[in-house]
């Protein structure tokens, strides 16, 4: 009997361990595999938005922003991120897509969420020192 009960515990903690793995695999997300949004050139840099599929929806978003040396293509180490997003519609105020501050997870890129109210364009500006500048116009569905 005692064996029996230590093969199935010996059995239930390798199930876990493998559901454990195939959990951590899926949560995590390499930069070489998300996909460009958009891609604007700044002066030396290349600024590219990023995210696993490629389109920006309207509502909830886990982003990317890459900044990259234009004559290199290597990731370029900035500092003071900063990035806006709003929505213009004619005779009314514009209306702001709520972002989080940039979190830098590498040289050179940077994490945030955005969440949008509507869909339709936005106007994302970054900024970044030393005096990186950027505007993407961004369709979110």
Known sequence: MATSSRAQKTSGMKFISIGL?????SCS??????KTIQQQKSGEYL????ND?????????????????????EL?????????????????????????????????RYQFDASFSMAGQWAFAVTFDPNGKAQFNLSAQ
Not at 21 to 25: C, D, E, N, P
Not at 47 to 50: A, Q, R
């Open 53 to 73: 599929t490629g389109v920006l929806k309207e509502h909830d978003n886990k982003l990317t922003l890459e900044v990259r040396n234009a004559a290199t293509n």
């Open 21 to 25: 793995a195939v959990l951590l695999i």
């Open 47 to 50: 600024v590219s938005v990023l």
């Open 29 to 34: 997300r390499q930069p070489d595999q998300l």
């Open 76 to 108: 370029a180490n900035v500092s003071n991120v900063k990035i806006q997003a709003n929505m213009r519609m004619p005779g009314m105020a514009p209306m702001f897509g709520e972002l989080s501050t940039p979190r830098q997870i590498s040289p050179g």
